[in-house]
């Protein structure tokens, strides 16, 4: 599946994006916030995407006029989300290189990932989360329209050892139809 934004394509994530990966997710600023430890060379983003990004509805977040992958969204479906235990919710995720920080990308991919999963998955609701501190992924959460549902104290973070405080939002059908709307 490929999907199309204004200045975005969304596809699977391939092999030979690995240097672009690497070049973005080895930056301390972009994974630890997210829960995830930076990348230590190409190599290991390689075996990342064979590993983690190439799952089903996960994509690499691409830049129209040039191709490289900036990003990675996905929404993770029951089975592999701990937000629901539902067929007709899922857990949308996502991140971006921080040079591409505050220019409104995430929240364009995700509005076409939200359409996706709506219309086309037939997804009731979709959860999103982040944890204490990463202001970034909550101020995009509250631009696309998410409601807040609660706080989680003691959340461990496995990939990095630790123990966080997150928080949950939901954006069910509705209120992304009456959001299309206007």
């Not at 993770?76 to 949308?92: A, I, P």
């Not at 037939?122 to 807040?148: H, P």
């Amino acid at each position: 599946m490929i999907l199309e934004t204004e200045r975005l394509i969304l596809r699977p994530w391939r092999e030979d994006d690995a240097e672009d990966l690497y070049k973005y997710a080895s930056d301390p600023d972009v994974g630890p916030i997210a829960g995830w430890p930076v990348h230590t060379s190409v190599e290991n983003s390689r075996e990342i995407i064979r590993n983690v990004l190439s799952v089903p509805e996960t994509y690499a977040v691409c830049l129209k006029e040039d191709g490289c992958a900036v990003g990675s969204i996905g929404l993770k479906l029951n089975g592999s989300t701990d937000m629901t235990d539902r067929d007709d919710e899922c857990e949308l995720g996502y991140w971006i290189g921080k040079p591409f920080w505050g220019q409104g990308l995430i929240p364009e991919s995700a509005r076409e990932l939200l359409r996706y999963a709506f219309e086309e998955l037939g997804m009731r609701a979709v959860w999103c989360g982040y944890y204490d501190g990463n202001e970034k992924s909550k101020r995009v959460q509250e631009k696309l329209g998410f409601v807040y549902q609660h706080k989680t104290e003691g959340l461990e973070v496995s990939l990095l050892g630790e123990i966080r405080t997150g928080h949950c939002n939901l954006m069910t059908k509705e209120t992304w139809e009456s959001i299309i709307k206007n």
